[in-house]
């Protein structure tokens, strides 16, 4: 639990409050869809997030994403799988385009998608 003094320009501190997040200053340019926290080292910064490089085989109405960053949450058609070691596999019931969306670990930006099947 951290705990935070919020203050007026003047210096006078208008209210104590606690709470479980870090407050990190920042400029304009960073933003939560671009930029993570990386809370592993003594001194907390603000990094860019990493893209994500899909790598993937399409065999009939499956498809086999690999590369793919432990616990990343793809979706598609209602379904919901979380990446482990071998990646993630998505078999479709019929021949199609389907839309992809990879939600990785904060330090790597969400990716969407489209792969044809079948």
Known sequence: MARYAMALESGEIIQVTEGPYLYIPCDETVSDETH???????????????????????????TLFTQLPINTLVKSEGLSVISDEQGVTIEFEIPGTYKIEFQPPPSYATKRMEVTVG
Request: charged content about 25%; cysteine-free.
């Open 36 to 62: 993570y926290v990386d809370t592993t080292q003594e001194t907390v910064q603000i990094f860019k997030k990493q893209e994500l490089d899909i790598t993937y085989i399409t065999n009939g109405l499956e």
